[in-house]
């Protein structure tokens, strides 16, 4: 391992399967890869996590929707998180006059832009949307903006920092960033959470938001 770590592969692949590496970025948040498999493409940060992939669009896309949908007079909407930009893409199916995605990792605003422009109806570059590169915790705490709706994207509690998307004092900041009858809209990964995990976070949000489906 000391003399060939230089030789290491630096994201795994399942030939078996057809997997093939189509882009590969180093940064300061890790390694971004976007890998094809029998015409799906997926990102992985790190070799490990997957940040969503085109064999999914129907889903991420209704992680848009469906908070999208509940909001009567909508005009301003935040993405806390962009990863393939399909969920974001979603809101350009609706009758929004401004899309923010917030995503702290640039590697995958350029591979999203790059390679899931199909799925994520072009939302990198749409005149409608703005995407960020900037930590959604202090983009909340510090624009000072308002939006109708608020969508926290699926993170989960285990990467390092994520968990803190899930703190009262988070939540506390997008219900300041929400106008007058505005919604948040926080999704969960179920499969990657405990029991204990879950309730720990739906009593965090119920004591930021009490009126919450």
Known sequence: L???????PRVGLNAQHGETLLHLSEGSHGIVAVVEDHGSRRIKLDNYYVLGGTFSTGDERMQAHLPLFLHPA?????????????TAGGALLHPVDKITAVEIVPEVVRVAKKFFGEANLGIVDAPRS????????????????KFDVIVGDLVVPWRQG??????????????????????????????????????????SFLDVFPRAT
């Open 2 to 8: 000391l003399l060939n770590s230089s030789q290491l």
């Open 74 to 86: 909508l005009k301003t909407v935040a993405f806390l998180g962009l990863g393939t930009g399909i």
């Open 130 to 145: 703005e995407v960020l590169v900037n930590d959604a915790r202090n983009f909340l705490r510090g624009s000072g903006r």
């Open 162 to 203: 994520e968990a803190a998307l899930y703190f009262v004092e988070h939540f506390q900041a997008g219900r300041n960033a929400l106008a007058p009858g505005g919604l948040y809209c926080q999704w969960l990964p179920l499969f990657q959470m405990s029991e204990e995990e879950f309730n720990i976070v739906v009593a």
